[in-house]
């Protein structure tokens, strides 16, 4: 039977995840995974739920202007449940990564160290318009032992709310607690403020989704706040690029899905390869309907492009726009990622073992790629079976997040009556 649904406040919601955390933290592997595959069900099963309020939120979003990358991220049919419903039950066959022996010693006095992991307890999240994010953290947090407050934002409100409620019945009907997942959408931005100020109440804060999001969450929060980042993408084509290669990666890059984070933003083409590859890559691009944003070198050999400006190596499109620029060197290259990147992803494509060998050490990203698409940067195709986000800071956790970067460690120490001298 669905909950009985009592008003609370921000604060007893946040207490009663705090309550929820402590019993998710000794609930054994068994009864966890019993949990996702009831979300797993659910999500499915309840569809006719769910959909409609989607469709509500995408009405409102057309007629607030939300911009068609953000009504992209946050579109929900019935494959996408399945897609989710999917990565639910693929978490369920992670290794439950709560308890694993990081390292350990006995030391020459007979005492027995062993560094474990435990969960963080309270994750809260902030996010905008991805109701995939709803689903992912509820998985990830459970598996990994912690309770979860998410801030979804006013544009998937009524999509997270249906969510949220159907998760939470998943995990009563196995005898998890209801609280480990919960919406604070309710209480606005006024919300979101307090959950970032909540230090005490909330072990760790991820925020997901705009750049503007992202640093007003790192510079206003109290609560420790793992930074993931947006996405100024980067592809290099080298002077010895293989044309078939780089036409069908730069192509899967940019278009199969372009409002996402890992999605190409900026092609740099070498000088020596520019009037071989660009008719050809760009010429794609454009039948796929990408706006080329190109400097007067590139415009030259490809005359179906836009004028670039300062702010086009600058910007996130989240949209079938793409640009580009002809450099004379991979120093160049890494000159030109050095001074734009948001230190997302990366990739080069190369037939030269040395260029490959020096983009990988020297450029300073959470992924470095080889002659590879920009979109295998994802928690599902690193095998992590959802993903936190991708990370883009350098403590803790770095490029796609999974059931590890959930927990921390403690020590434990058994002795036997010994006593420091």
């Not at 994010?133 to 459970?142: E, P, Q, Y």
């Not at 020096?358 to 095998?383: K, Q």
């Amino acid at each position: 039977m669905p909950e009985t649904v009592v008003a609370r406040s921000l604060t007893e919601k946040l207490d009663a995840a705090r309550v929820a955390s402590r019993l998710l933290a000794t609930a054994n592997t068994a009864l966890k995974n019993r949990g996702l595959h009831a979300i797993a069900v659910a999500i499915v099963a309840h569809a006719q739920r769910i959909i409609p309020a989607n469709d509500l939120d995408l009405a409102n979003g057309r007629g607030n202007g939300l911009s068609a990358g953000m009504q992209d991220r946050l579109r929900l049919d019935e494959t996408r449940l399945g897609v989710l419903a999917d990565a639910v039950r693929l978490v369920a066959t992670l290794v439950d990564p709560v308890g694993q022996n990081v390292r350990g010693q006995t030391l020459p006095n007979g005492l027995r160290l062993s560094e474990v992991r435990v969960p963080f307890g309270v994750v809260g999240v902030i996010y905008e318009a991805r109701p995939n994010v709803t689903v992912d953290l509820a998985s990830l947090a459970l598996k990994s032992g912690n309770a979860v407050v998410l801030r979804g934002g006013s544009a998937a409100e009524n999509t997270n709310r249906a969510l949220v409620a159907v998760i939470r019945d998943a995990l009563s009907s196995v005898g998890l607690p209801a609280d480990a997942v919960q919406t604070i959408d309710e209480f606005g931005r006024d919300g979101a403020r307090q959950l970032m100020q909540a230090r005490g109440q909330v072990d760790v804060l991820i925020p997901r989704g705009s750049a503007d999001l992202i640093s007003t969450v790192v510079a206003e929060s109290t609560v420790p706040v793992i930074e993931t980042g947006a996405g100024i993408v980067h592809v290099f084509l080298d002077e010895s690029a293989d044309e078939a290669w780089a036409i069908d990666i730069v192509h899967n890059s940019k278009v199969q899905r372009p409002s996402v984070c890992n999605a190409l933003e900026t092609l740099l083409v070498h000088e020596a390869a520019a009037e071989r590859l660009l008719p050809s890559v760009l010429g794609a691009l454009r039948a796929s309907g990408v706006t080329i944003h190109a400097d007067e070198r590139t415009r030259a050999i490809f005359a179906d492009a836009v004028a670039a400006t300062e702010e086009d190596w600058r910007t996130e499109y989240m949209s079938l726009d793409l640009a580009v620029k002809i450099v004379g060197s991979l120093d160049e290259a890494i000159g030109h990622i050095r001074r734009y990147s948001t230190h997302h992803t990366e990739s080069i494509i190369t037939n030269d073992l040395a260029n490959t060998e020096r983009f990988l050490a020297e450029v300073d990203s959470a992924v470095v790629m080889v002659n590879s698409s920009t979109r295998f940067t994802d928690g599902g195709e690193f095998g992590f079976g959802a993903e936190v986000g991708i990370s883009t800071q350098k403590l803790h956790a770095r490029g796609p997040m999974g059931l590890s970067e959930l927990t921390s460690t403690k020590w434990m120490v058994r002795g036997a009556g010994q006593v420091r001298e």
